[in-house]
């Protein structure tokens, strides 16, 4: 009996402990514990995670997964569902949530490109008291919040962001602090005040400047990025080359021993292609010497093919450059050139002849595919051409292993390491006009366009290198035929300065926004919003034949006076060598640009070429384009490898971008006084 009581006793003391357990175990059940939310560190989850820990977390720990989510609806582009919940944190918030508020609000006002908005509220923030992944994430902002324009506060964000990233990220900000140097200005680099202590600053700004001293040698490059690694070797990029530098350092020559020609020989095209030609032999040769296109120098061409000298005693009458007016300029020896940044660029000399093979296939006899075959077969090293851009076109689309030099661009460039593309065309002059206007400090320009493709194309070109630049909304303008234009100006009705914004894809309108280092859709644009110019115009860029200019210009002075302090400038469509006094009176003002040739930087070359061309100058164009076209041709590995390798040609000071499209900065004239002198 004793012994059964005592179980029983037993018993019934341990009955209410398990009783206990096994409450609590439901009561866990029933509201499982939210783990812990770290707003300091990454936040790599999905937003549909994050969410779900708010609405299971107690009021203590809620704004934590908030903000995280916020961060990961930025990250997959839910851009008003991350706004929305930004605006319901609560008021009372500790001061790590608010820094990273705040650090949020910036990246979330970056993907809704908002940039001022962005750069106001980094500038609250207490960089000490961030984590190191909030301190990355906080210079990216400011990367991207300056949109890729280049500044000492940006390349101090790089230089510091750069210790806090992985190795993937870290040769990305290596290639982004790069692209900011070379971005800079030599006014920009004059102008630099930096602390005793930024090391690394001052090795990158040594890079650049021996990157800048022999960059058109690379032999002497790579000797010199040697030596710098020896002297910096805590520099990021002495244990990482930028991207750019590295394929210096790998550079190889291509070979010009043997050259495809690839031009149309027959049909309409053949003149064109005559004249290319004409150009390509006569550099090849040794027959064309080049001085400085930027400093153009009195030049004359004959009045007849026929007339050995010219006989008028106008010095402008025949396409000369007179520099009346103008300080006399100096011809710069090779080794001195530079671009308008004070940046050296490499001088033409070519050789006096070359040993190479130039073979000539005819793109109007067979398709491109089997030219180029055959063109391999043949032992081409390198292919110069196609001309026409449908053949241009099929490049793209087909492949072959020899380097090509394009004579012409699609409309859609895609960037082939093995091919570039050299064109004259008008939308690469249209973008040198909008710098050139734009370093005139002028900010509100109209664009007078002939009505059609043609116009519309110069317009768009010159609107999205506006914007680049900074610039706002450009307006354009479309005129008919010159019966019309007469019509007009008989009936006293003059060109006033207005006209339809043109409508382009902005820089600050990408497609895509970086943040924290990923890349995320934009947004899209307001479909119904539309830009304004503000301000009155002050320039206008007119696109013109000389006939169409001699009445647009008197228009323009009938509708605001010939003193309304407007700046006028035209492209190389509106400049026909030979014009006479009273046209060059009647422009008086006015600027334009051509290429070099043409503006006076060889004038025995030019008389010969006008000469041999009876004066047609569009086809001297095109011959100074088959000259400059051998010597791209000779420095092809250059453009196609080496970043900031320019060259002065006779077409104008040749530069590749990214995607190997050559670019031509042209030397600007003016009418002044009844004579034309160069713009300094």
């Not at 000492?152 to 870290?170: G, S, T």
């Amino acid at each position: 009996m004793l012994s059964s009581l005592i179980v029983r006793t037993k018993s019934g003391r341990i009955i209410p402990v398990v009783l206990a357990a096994m409450l609590m175990a439901a009561c866990s059940g029933q509201a499982p514990q939210t783990p812990a939310a770290n707003i300091q560190a990454e936040a790599s989850a999905s937003s549909e995670y994050y969410l779900q820990q708010m609405q299971q977390s107690s009021d203590d720990n809620k704004a934590d997964w908030q903000l995280l989510a916020i961060r990961s609806l930025i990250r997959e582009g839910k851009l008003p569902q991350a706004a929305e919940l930004l605006g319901k944190l609560p008021q009372e918030l500790t001061d790590v949530q608010r820094q990273e508020q705040l650090l949020v609000s910036a990246e979330l006002s970056i993907a809704q490109k908002n940039m001022p908005n962005a750069s106001a509220i980094l500038a609250k923030l207490n960089v000490d008291s961030l984590s190191n992944s909030q301190k990355a994430r906080y210079y990216q902002a400011v990367i991207d919040a300056s949109q890729g324009k280049a500044s000492l506060p940006v390349i101090r964000a790089y230089i510091a962001q750069e210790p806090l990233l992985n190795d993937k990220q870290r040769l990305q900000n290596i290639n982004g602090t790069w692209a900011a140097l070379t971005q800079l200005t030599q006014a920009d680099l004059n102008s630099l005040v930096i602390n005793a202590d930024e090391n690394i600053l001052q090795g990158w700004l040594d890079l650049l400047r021996l990157y800048q001293d022999n960059k058109q040698d690379p032999s002497l490059l790579k000797a010199a990025i040697k030596d710098w690694q020896t002297r910096y070797p805590n520099n990021p990029a002495s244990k990482v080359l930028p991207t750019a530098l590295d394929n210096v350092l790998n550079f190889k020559q291509a070979s010009t021993s043997s050259v495809a020609l690839l031009l149309p020989l027959n049909g309409q095209a053949q003149v064109f292609a005559n004249a290319i030609q004409a150009g390509f032999n006569a550099a090849k040769n040794g027959v064309i010497t080049q001085s400085a296109p930027s400093q153009p120098q009195p030049a004359a061409a004959p009045d007849d093919a026929n007339a050995a000298q010219p006989t008028s005693t106008d010095p402008n009458a025949n396409g000369a450059v007179s520099t009346s007016g103008a300080a006399p300029v100096a011809e710069a020896t090779p080794a001195a050139q530079t671009d308008a940044d004070g940046m050296p660029v490499a001088p033409i000399v070519p050789p006096s002849a070359s040993n190479a093979q130039i073979k000539v296939y005819d793109t109007s006899s067979q398709p491109l595919p089997a030219l180029l075959a055959q063109a391999k077969q043949d032992g081409a090293t390198l292919v110069v051409g196609p001309l026409l851009k449908e053949n241009v076109d099929q490049l793209s689309a087909g492949s072959t292993p020899l380097n090509v030099l394009a004579l012409n661009q699609p409309e859609q460039v895609q960037n082939n390491p093995n091919i570039c593309y050299f064109a004259l065309s008008p939308e690469n002059e249209a973008r040198d006009a909008a710098k050139h206007i734009w370093e005139q400090g002028k900010r509100t320009p109209l664009i007078l366009t002939p009505r059609g493709s043609l116009g519309d194309r110069v317009a768009k070109a010159f609107a999205q290198e506006w914007q680049q630049l900074g610039g706002s909304t450009v307006l354009q303008q479309g005129f008919g035929s010159t019966g019309e234009l007469r019509q007009s100006i008989n009936g006293g009705t003059g060109i006033r300065m207005t006209g339809q914004p043109v409508m382009v894809a902005s820089a600050s309108q990408p497609q895509s926004v970086t943040i924290a280092g990923l890349t995320i859709p934009a947004p899209p644009a307001d479909a119904g919003a539309v830009s304004t110019s503000s301000g009155k115009v002050d320039a206008v860029y007119i696109i013109a034949t000389p006939a169409e200019l001699t009445l647009i210009k008197p228009m323009i002075d009938l509708a605001n006076g010939s003193h309304s302090g407007l700046g006028l400038y035209a492209s190389s469509r509106s400049y026909q060598a030979g014009s006479g006094p009273d046209f060059r009176l009647e422009m008086d003002g006015l600027q334009f640009s051509d290429i070099p040739l043409l503006a006076g930087s060889n004038p025995a070359l030019l008389q010969q070429a006008a000469s041999q061309f009876k004066n047609d100058y569009s086809l001297v164009r095109l011959y100074a384009m088959g000259a400059d076209a051998w010597v791209l041709a000779n420095h092809f590995s250059q453009m196609r490898q080496i970043g900031g390798f320019q060259l002065n040609g006779s077409t104008g000071v040749l530069s590749a971008d990214s995607n190997c499209v050559i670019n031509r900065k042209l030397p600007w004239l003016q009418y002044r006084a009844g004579s034309i002198v160069p713009m300094q």
